[in-house]
Nanobody, 121 residues
Framework: QVQLVESGGGLVQAGGSLRLSCAASGRAFGTYAMGWFRQAPGKEREFVGRISWSGTNTYYADSVKGRFTISRDNAKNTVYLQMNSLKSEDTAVYYC??????????????WGQGTQVTVSS
């Protein structure tokens, strides 16, 4: 069992940066790949990116590639989403998730409750 709690969301101007954190409970954190998803109002949930259990491998959606970076600290049971050059279209509720590395493109075993990111233009 893994419980996930996101933090770090807020209001930021376009072009700015924000770092989200996802703290996990449970000793199995280091065995899970972690992913980030987002959902904007009126839209379906969108895959943002994922990181392998070791942190060696990452993969990003084209919409955020080159602007967002996922990292993790297994000693702290935490995964991060560094978001740079933010755009208004990045406004959404951001969720972290745990699961199988390849399956995380579409589904996860565990989900956080989400944190709101609002980018003002």
């Amino acid at each position: 069992q893994v419980q996930l709690v996101e933090s770090g969301g807020g209001l930021v101007q376009a072009g700015g940066s924000l770092r989200l954190s996802c703290a996990a409970s449970g000793r199995a954190f280091g065995t899970y790949a972690m992913g980030w998803f987002r959902q904007a109002p009126g839209k379906e949930r969108e895959f943002v990116g994922r990181i392998s259990w070791s942190g060696t491998n990452t993969y990003y959606a084209d919409s955020v590639k080159g602007r967002f970076t996922i990292s993790r600290d297994n000693a702290k049971n935490t995964v991060y989403l560094q978001m740079n050059s933010l755009k208004s279209e990045d406004t959404a509720v951001y969720y972290c998730a745990a699961g199988n590395y390849y399956a995380l493109a579409t589904r996860a075993d565990y989900w956080g409750q989400g944190t709101q990111v609002t980018v003002s233009s």
